[in-house]
């Protein structure tokens, strides 16, 4: 909008237009966006292609050349998955879920209070403590399955949702990302605390938990999305289909229906719908999260 300047003399008033400065976008910007969009549509592609695939029916999307957009729409893909008896998807998102969950609020409470106190205690072997848990990052997930599976089969969790648990409750990765962020926060904020009188326990509850809600939130999504995808462990541990999760049965039905591409991927849907709904309720605090992990 122009700024209008009006200057009064005696005999007559003299009007200056000030028209405010044009911003030019840098062509370098606007190249970096069309790439961006670009590699943004080729990643989101398959996942588009999976979408449009279960609503279509088995001749159309075995049909060359292939249709990326249905030609008839039709539900009939989840009205058999979801009325088949050899495939009781409710039992088996109930243990992913619980599985999944479980995870995410023991990987949180653990990872936040060990990273509160690595960031802000100093104690004798602290940074020895550190640097091994830090170290265990570069071991390898397949060389510790067999000594899980022997400390399982100790335990008795074998066969167990629980086992699935225990061995994923401490995590050196989301360690690691929480003392970072609270090493950001003010010392003079939990002295203040400390003097009047709160408790070491209070602090970590009411002072440190609410400044790391993005780190949180970033880590929740992370933690779901592992252990709601994982397939090897949850295959090793859990014998009974009864007390398997979600891929491990995907992929038993993706064997035994292969020839019905249009089932495997209403099947696939049905799977992403959870992850897709944590994302959204969490995705403000995730981004918020994101930028200041990449920041520090």
Do not use: C
């Amino acid at each position: 909008m122009a700024t209008i300047a009006t200057t009064d003399t005696p005999r007559d008033a003299a009007i200056t237009v000030v028209t405010p400065p044009q911003h030019k976008i840098p062509l370098g910007r606007v190249v970096l966006y069309l790439v961006l969009a670009v590699a943004g549509g080729v990643a989101a592609l398959p996942f588009f292609w999976m979408i449009f695939g279960a609503f279509k029916t088995g001749a159309e999307i075995r049909q060359i050349p292939p249709s990326f957009l249905p030609q008839d729409w039709t539900l009939d893909n989840f009205r058999t998955i979801l009325g088949d008896p050899e495939l009781p998807l409710s039992t088996f998102y109930q243990n992913s879920l619980f599985v999944a969950v479980m995870n995410v609020v023991i990987t949180l409470f653990t990872s936040s209070l060990m990273g509160y106190v690595f960031a802000k205690y100093v104690f004798r072997g602290r940074d020895i403590l550190f640097w091994y848990l830090m170290a265990l990052m570069m071991v390898p997930p397949s060389v510790l399955m067999i000594p899980n599976y022997l400390i399982l089969s100790k335990l008795g969790l074998l066969n167990n949702l629980w086992g699935l648990i225990v061995t994923v409750a401490i995590d050196p990765f989301a360690i690691l990302v929480m003392r970072q962020f609270i090493r950001s926060l003010p010392d003079e904020q939990i002295e203040s605390a400390r003097v009047d009188g709160a408790s070491e326990f209070r602090i970590y509850r009411s002072v440190v938990l609410p400044q790391v809600k993005p780190a949180l939130a970033t880590l929740g999504l992370l933690t779901f999305m592992f252990n709601w995808n994982a397939y090897l462990w949850p295959l090793i541990v859990l014998t009974e289909n009864e007390k398997r999760t979600i891929p491990v049965i995907l992929t038993w039905y993706s064997t035994q229906h292969a020839a019905q591409l249009n089932l495997v991927m209403a099947a696939s849907v049905l799977m992403v719908i959870p992850v897709l709904v944590f994302f959204l309720f969490t995705q403000r605090w995730i981004v918020t999260g994101l930028t200041l992990t990449g920041g520090k």
